[in-house]
């Protein structure tokens, strides 16, 4: 497939947390003008409805740099989507992409075009736990050490926020979610409100609201598609079940 100008675009695309209704209408605009459209097959299922007259090019986990190094390829000439989960640039796909294409010393033009990442999706399913300054840290050791992650969870939780955990728990790294809850509970007590949100606004979507105590106990409840929150010391229960931290106004204002 020839783009009819010679020119060609590489949009690296933020699909949000999977449900269409979640994407942002640049996202979709930019997935429907492609020529070719080149995926995780996993992201790639759940925008079906998009997907006509591209040429689509499914992938895998763990082919990250294969899929980067082909889409900045075919952009040189072509309309390219590189679909990326929740934000591209929070966890994402545009961060290898353009480290391949500044490598290659050819830039072609293009896009990062911004979808809700999995904290976001997940805290509007609990209520607003992350309603001011809060830190998100991945728990996967594939492409950071496990003593630099440590380093940062004790900084984070120390610090007093809320801390949003991603990729917390798969079965080849079962233990990563319970050494961080660990690291959690030197600086938060036992009682701490911890928010569960898996499959965010995807099919088989499950919310739960627990304590950092109950939790440190039994993890079998999460696991790869799981997000985690851990509330703040400011954090608290709702009524309703979910989880809200005070952005200050009680502070500053009566009400």
Not at 190 to 209: C, H, M
Request: net charge negative; glycine share 12%.
């Amino acid at each position: 497939m020839q783009s009819d100008d010679k020119r060609g675009k590489l949009s690296i695309v933020g699909i949000g947390p999977g449900g269409i209704a979640q994407m942002t209408g640049q996202a979709a605009d930019a997935i429907r003008d492609a020529e070719y459209v080149i995926g995780n097959a996993f992201y790639l299922e759940q925008i079906a409805p998009l997907l006509g007259g591209q040429e689509v090019i499914r992938s895998s986990m763990g082919r990250e740099v294969e899929r980067a190094q082909k889409c900045v390829d075919l952009a040189r000439t072509h309309r390219v989507v590189m679909v990326s989960g929740g934000d591209p640039g929070v966890y994402g796909m545009a961060s290898i992409v353009l480290e391949v294409m500044n490598r290659a010393g050819a830039p072609v033009e293009y896009e990062v075009v911004p979808g809700v990442t999995a904290s976001c999706a997940g805290a509007s399913l609990l209520g607003s736990p992350l309603t001011g300054d809060h830190v998100t840290l991945s728990l996967s050791d594939l492409l950071t050490p496990w003593e630099t992650i440590e380093t940062r969870l004790d900084l984070a939780f120390l610090m007093g926020v809320p801390v949003a955990l991603y990729n917390p728990k798969s079965h080849g790294r079962p233990e990563n979610l319970s050494m961080a809850l660990a690291i959690a509970l030197r600086h938060r007590s036992p009682g701490t409100p911890v928010g569960l949100v898996r499959n965010a606004y995807r099919d088989g979507q499950e919310t739960a609201v627990t304590t950092l105590g109950d939790l440190a106990e039994d993890d079998s409840a999460v696991d790869m598609r799981t997000l985690v929150i851990v509330g703040g010391t400011e954090t608290f229960r709702m009524q309703d079940g979910g989880m809200l931290t005070p952005r200050g106004y009680g502070r500053k204002y009566v009400y």
